[in-house]
């Protein structure tokens, strides 16, 4: 029994098949108790008023627009070493999730930064990374897109996740040489004079539960779509064939 | 090595326009420039290390997918690719060419373009040593780029929006080391993150090139 | 029971309205993409087993 069983479509759809709608009805659960919780029972804060209430969206889209990418990233990995086809259809089916995620973050945090810094958008090192990932997601969708021969269009991508990883990790950097933000710091943090007040947290921890649920809920439906469109093609090919 | 490198120049030189073709798209870009954002000179001499960087780069990628897309379509990259020469080092030579070609005549040429911007005397050497040191990284990156969409019809669209974002690092530490320079400040530090990316991507950018390769010549 | 948002009613509630529309329609354009694959699949399989 081990995890690399499940890269057999077979048993990944019976198996994701059983999770999905635990996953799903989990995944509304937090996200709903979060939203209303963070909505409507929260005191406003002493400095940004009612807009604090937008950390309950922002926050966990963002923390998803990152690590989805790295999602992806471990994905490509699993298919450029050991060539298992879920992991790669995987990361196909993550990629536009990652894309509403970053899109999320990034309206949000507008939305947010036009009462408290008086700017829609301002050229902040954590602005411009996000804006950045932005064109890294749809890039790599378009190369999906474009390349009609599957195993190829999956190697191509791979390699276009791993490179685009490297880049987007010194685009991060060069940022942030480039210019000082208007962006606070981390809102999230171990240490607990750093993190958000509790009546803030407890709140946005289901709603970081929910989201990442969303996206496993999410993630499994695509890649099961992927498999039957993937099923599909080959078998039509077969009919052609005979 | 040697006999691919001097063919690709001279492909280069002799099809058509390939070689001039950047440095007039260059040129043209720097022209309209003052036209879009007026022709006050201190406005001009502000924005000019950003914008000869900038062109230098569009100009760049406008010539990326002559790289590899004429020897994918008559068949040279299955001879290549049948060659004892490695893959690596055909995409490194491939790239060295584009630079050579494109790279080295705009950084050449920037120090004529600064000064139609108004460019601050004491931009120009940290202009060019920045060009200098940057665009090297442009052709690399632009290789993997072309690469990736050799087998892909009307890929050229794809192409810009795959690189562009690559292209991002190199930019603002090649732009930052010119605009520094040109408000008389110390561009070190940008030059030396810059020399990293370039360096960096030369030692290890081929390796994904040459995969890509194999991959699409398959 | 709606909270007194004060003067920032309108980002707030764009925000929430903004990121929920976009929520809705990524589960919904999975969901339909799933349901036509499933029906696509079951088209052909049956043809095959006829």
């Not at chain 1, 963002?62 to 690590?67: E, K, S, V």
């Not at chain 1, 195993?151 to 040489?177: E, K, M, Q, W």
């Not at chain 1, 289901?206 to 989201?211: L, N, R, Y």
């Not at chain 3, 764009?14 to 969901?31: C, D, E, Q, R």
Request: charged content about 15%; some cysteine; hydrophobic content about 55%.
């Amino acid at each position: 029994m081990s995890l690399w069983e499940y890269a057999n479509p077979v048993k990944f759809m019976a198996l994701s098949g059983r999770v999905l709608p635990v996953v799903a009805v989990l995944s509304g659960l937090c996200l709903v108790v979060g939203l209303v919780w963070g909505f409507f029972f929260t005191p406003d804060d002493f400095r940004q008023g009612s807009t604090v209430k937008i950390i309950y969206l922002h926050v966990p889209a963002a923390l998803m627009a990152i690590n989805v990418w790295l999602m992806m990233l471990v994905t490509s990995l699993v298919w450029i070493i050991r060539r298992h086809h879920v992991s790669a259809l995987a990361a196909k089916a993550a990629a536009p999730i990652g894309v509403v995620m970053t899109l999320i973050a990034l309206i949000t945090g507008a939305i947010w930064g036009q009462p408290m810094w008086g700017t829609w958008w301002a050229w902040d090192p954590r602005l411009t990374s996000f804006l950045i990932l932005f064109l890294f997601y749809l890039g790599y969708i378009a190369l999906w897109a474009a390349i009609e021969d599957n195993d190829s269009a999956a190697d191509l991508t791979s390699i276009l996740c791993l490179v685009g990883s490297v880049f987007a990790l010194l685009s991060r950097y060069a940022v942030n040489f480039w210019n000082q933000g208007l962006h606070q710091g981390a809102s999230l943090s171990l240490d607990k004079e750093k993190n958000v007040a509790d009546v803030f947290y407890q709140p946005l921890l289901f709603c970081i539960a929910g989201f990442v649920l969303l996206f496993i809920a999410l993630l499994l439906l695509r890649t099961r779509t992927e498999i039957r469109v993937r099923r599909t093609k080959s078998l039509l090919a077969r009919e052609r064939m005979a | 090595m040697k006999a691919l490198l001097i063919r690709d120049l001279q492909l280069a030189m002799r099809a058509g326009g390939g070689f001039g073709l950047g440095l007039a798209f260059f040129l043209i870009v720097t022209a309209l420039v003052p036209f879009g954002v007026g022709p006050q000179s201190a406005l001009l001499s502000t924005i000019a290390p950003g914008i000869l960087w900038l062109g230098a780069l569009l100009a760049c990628l406008l010539s990326l997918d002559r790289i590899l897309a004429l020897d994918w379509e008559d068949g040279t990259l299955d001879l290549l690719a049948c060659a004892p020469l490695p893959m690596e080092a055909t995409v490194s030579i491939k790239a060295f060419a584009h630079w050579l070609t494109t790279g080295l005549p705009l950084v050449i040429a920037a120090p004529l373009f600064g000064l139609l911007l108004n460019l601050p005397s004491a931009g120009y050497i940290p202009l060019v040593l920045s060009l200098l040191l940057g665009t090297p990284a442009l052709s690399v990156i632009g290789t993997f780029g072309a690469a990736l969409t050799v087998g892909i019809k009307r890929g050229g669209l794809l192409l810009s929006l795959l690189v562009l974002p690559l292209y991002v690092p190199t930019l603002i530490y090649g732009a930052e080391a010119a605009r520094r320079g040109a408000e008389g400040l110390s561009s070190t530090t940008p030059l030396m993150m810059l020399a990293g990316i370039t360096f960096g991507t030369i030692a290890l950018l081929p390796f994904a090139s040459a995969a890509v390769l194999r991959v699409n010549i398959r | 029971m709606m909270p007194d948002l004060g003067k920032y009613a309108g980002s707030v509630l764009s925000a929430y309205g903004a990121s929920i529309v976009f929520l809705i329609a990524i589960v919904v354009l999975s969901v339909v993409q799933s349901r036509r694959a499933k029906a696509a699949l079951k088209d052909v399989e049956d043809r095959r087993n006829d």
